[in-house]
C-alpha cells in the first residue's frame, strides 16, 4: 500500500553542500524528519553539481520518512551566470536601466536545460519564457531571435 503524504517541503540548498544549519535544520525538523539522513542523500546525489543551488521538493510522509526531488538551477541563477553578473545583482530599474546581456543561443541552452521543470510543451515557448526571465532582470538579448530563423514559405 502507498504511504500516506503528510507535507511537502520546498527548499533552496546549494548542491554538495546541504548541513543541519539554517534554513534546512528548521524546515526538516519541525516536521520530524532525520536531517542527517536528508543531508547526507542530497550531497550524494548532488556531487557533480557542488555549489549550484538548487531547488529540491521533499515529500514527508506521515510515518516520518522521505522522498526528495531535485530540480534544475533556477533560470535567474543560470541568467546571471551566462551573463556574468553576480547573482542577485540585477537592475532596479529594467525597462530603463540595462545592467548586462546575454546572446539567443545562451537563452536557448538554458530553456532546452530547463523544459524538463517549465510549464510549455515546446523548446519556442521554453526559450520566451527565459527571455522574458532576462528582460525582467534588466539583461538584453543579443543577435537574431531563433523564432525568427524558421524557413518562411
Known sequence: MAKEVDVYIKLQVKG???????PIGP??????????EFCKRFNAQT??????IL???????????????IKTPPAAIQLFEASKLAPGKGSP????KKVGSVT???????AEAKMPDLNCFTVDSAVKMIAGTARSMGL?????????????G
Open 27 to 36: 524546515a526538516l525538523g519541525s516536521k520530524g524528519v532525520n536531517i542527517m
Open 104 to 110: 539567443w543561443d545562451q537563452v536557448r541552452a538554458i
Open 55 to 69: 531547488p529540491v521538493i521533499i515529500q514527508v510522509y506521515k510515518d516520518k520518512t522521505f522522498d526528495f526531488i
Open 140 to 152: 538584453t538579448i543579443t543577435g537574431e531571435p531563433p523564432m525568427s530563423r524558421k524557413k518562411r
Open 47 to 52: 556531487q557533480e553539481q557542488i555549489g549550484k
Open 93 to 96: 530599474e529594467p525597462n530603463r
Open 16 to 22: 554538495g553542500q546541504a548541513n543541519p544549519a539554517p
